[in-house]
């Protein structure tokens, strides 16, 4: 097969020393083209043959070679650019011998420029009647006739160029995943945010619980992180009067891959002044509506086997309820760690993670640490069924170390997660503006580093400085433009709507 694939090779690789001797250049660059195929079928519209004859609509195209159809002195091809596909006639009693000769030369998947008028054929389709054909690059190499199964998905995000060439349902994918940020991006214009942009190498780790990726500067001999959030830069801007900002952001984590973790990503994060978090659930929830109706045309979409509808108001669920309804959790094994040890080790959490969950909260209250074990079965047993939008509420304190407390309950923040298809899909709190606390926790978060847990976050001392000037009553939410995607297009691995994911070295 692979001597088959050289022979093939070096066959293109002498058709292309042909047309260079015919353009005196091995890679032509001086066609240009006066539009798109889209606006070339746009033009021929609605026009039947003598019409379009009478008009004489010249247009002149660019793109590649996807099907050849040769009838000895005239051939069709089909040449699709980003905007779509367009046929194209070149007959050898309207073109020169030079230009004939080239159509000869071509190979599906060149890159070819036509010029010539709108006609239609016999069975009514609208077509180029060339006048000028230039293969502006040769393909070397042949394109896959079938890509599919396992192995193939894994060559498909490898050579992604080649993905997108062959499969239209990639192509559709990607343009979808354009649809999804633009629509974000007018929704919170509209709604008086300001886009922004923030370093995405920190000096010290913050703005999420996780592993970081490090790097080093040499001019400032001083090691840096990879961001993992923006949001405490967010923040900064919100205490210096910009009171609506967003920043569609890369976030890096180093943590392992599965088909829902890439350690590269895309969030949009956004602060807003004056609001709390129950006002993002219901800002949140005009977002996937809004984005459902714009992207698919309804309000529903099918994702794993399930047909999630954001058309109904979407459920609100605390994680205490949640415990309580799921995993048997009584009142009082919310408040005493023994209690809550013995229901989580019942739903299945292993001895290990709660131990070592307890370690990194060794000076905690019993409280603190019966919701923070609690957790761990929430995640284990609560989680799968969050099929249908949801807002998981009503955070424990301990481990949301930015979020404000709630005032009926100092232990718990407040705070929201949004699950769908059992994924959870954003992040919200109203904002911890408390300088003396978020100073506490911050050394919290401290002590636990200094136990063992490689994701907690550092002392960011000029953070708490700029709440010292004051932060307003704030709320802000992280949103997963990757796993939205997902959801709108029905892709289940997040490696099919991340144009080159990160993948192990080849052999």
């Known amino acids: 097969m692979e001597g088959a694939e050289n022979e093939l090779v070096r066959q293109r690789r002498d058709k292309q020393a042909s047309l260079e001797q015919l353009d005196g250049a091995r890679y032509p660059n001086d066609f240009r083209m006066s539009c798109f195929v889209s606006d070339a079928l746009a033009a021929g519209e609605g026009k039947d043959g003598t019409t379009l004859g009478a008009e004489a609509i010249e247009v002149a195209i660019a793109g590649r070679v996807i099907a050849v159809n040769g009838f000895g002195k005239a051939s069709f091809i089909r040449v699709r650019d980003q905007s779509g596909t367009i046929q194209a006639y070149v007959k050898k009693d309207v073109v020169d011998e030079a230009t004939f000769e080239r159509l000869k030369l071509t190979d599906i998947g060149d890159i070819v420029g036509v010029r010539g008028t709108l006609f239609r054929t016999r069975t009514d389709e609208l077509t180029i009647q060339a006048h000028e054909y230039r293969v502006l690059t040769k393909a070397q190499h042949p394109l896959p006739e079938k890509w599919h199964g396992l192995k193939d998905m894994e060559q498909r995000h490898r050579m992604r160029y080649v993905d997108l060439i ?15 940020i633009q629509y974000v991006r007018k929704f919170l214009d509209d709604r008086a945010y300001l886009e922004v942009e923030t370093p995405m190498m920190h000096p010290i780790l913050g703005g999420a619980n996780a592993r970081p990726f490090r790097t080093h500067h040499n001019a400032l001999d001083m090691d840096l992180y990879l961001r993992i959030a923006p949001e405490l830069y967010l923040k900064r801007l919100v205490v210096g009067g910009f009171d609506r900002v967003y920043e569609i952001n890369r976030n890096f984590r180093n943590e392992g891959l599965s088909n829902r973790h890439n350690p590269e990503f895309t969030m949009i994060e956004f602060y807003q002044a004056y609001a709390t978090y129950l006002d993002l659930m219901d800002l949140t929830e005009e977002l996937m509506r809004g984005l459902a109706m714009d992207v ?23 994680v205490c309820d949640g415990l309580k309804e799921y995993c048997g959790f009584e009142e009082a094994d919310l408040h005493d760690v023994a209690l809550a040890e013995v229901k989580v080790l019942a739903a299945g959490v292993s001895p290990a993670e709660v131990n070592h969950t307890l370690k990194n909260l060794a000076d905690a209250s019993s409280r603190d640490k019966a919701l923070a074990i609690g957790m761990l079965a929430f995640e284990l047993k609560v989680e799968p069924h969050l099929v249908q939008p949801t807002f998981v509420t009503d955070f ?26 059992c994924n959870e899909i954003a992040n919200a709190f109203s904002e911890l503006n408390d300088p003396q606390d978020q100073e506490q926790r ?3 978060q401290m002590a636990a580093k200094a136990a063992g847990d490689a994701e907690a976050m550092e002392y960011d001392e000029d953070y708490v400085r700029a709440l010292t000037f004051g932060l307003p009553p704030t709320a802000g939410e992280g949103i997963g433009i990757d796993r939205v995607v997902m959801l709108m297009t029905g892709c289940e691995n997040i490696r099919d709507v991340i144009l080159f994911p990160l993948l192990r070295p080849e052999g």
């Open 296 to 318: 698919r045309g309804k309000t529903t979409t099918e994702f794993r086997g399930h047909t999630i509808d954001f058309g109904p108001s979407f459920r609100r669920l605390s």
């Open 166 to 180: 062959v499969n239209e349902e990639s192509r559709a994918v990607f343009r979808t995943r354009t649809r999804v």
């Open 442 to 444: 911050f050394q919290a």
């Open 396 to 421: 424990p304190a301990v481990i949301s170390p930015l979020s404000r407390r709630k005032d009926s309950d100092p232990t718990l923040v407040d705070r929201f997660e949004m699950y769908i298809a």
